[in-house]
């Protein structure tokens, strides 16, 4: 998770915009989880299709996240 956050954190501070990040559903369930402890829960876990694309953006006051869906 450490690792998983460290990237993260990366690339907030890259300056980049828009950028592209591919994990495993249980990284990826537990970073849901970390910035939106109360959206992200178990029964949105066992919904985790694969793939699954979330849209997490970390440019306003709070993070949001949001399911793509296509």
């Not at 990040?21 to 970073?31: I, P």
Request: charged content about 20%.
């Amino acid at each position: 998770m450490k690792r998983a956050l460290s990237v993260i954190t990366d690339v907030v501070n890259s300056g980049l915009n828009h950028v592209v990040l591919a994990t495993h559903g249980n990284l990826m369930s537990l970073l849901l989880k970390y910035y939106d402890n109360k959206q992200f829960g178990f029964e949105e876990w066992e919904a985790l299709f694969n793939p699954d694309v979330y849209h997490l953006c970390l440019d306003g006051r709070s993070p949001t996240i949001r399911r793509i869906t296509f």
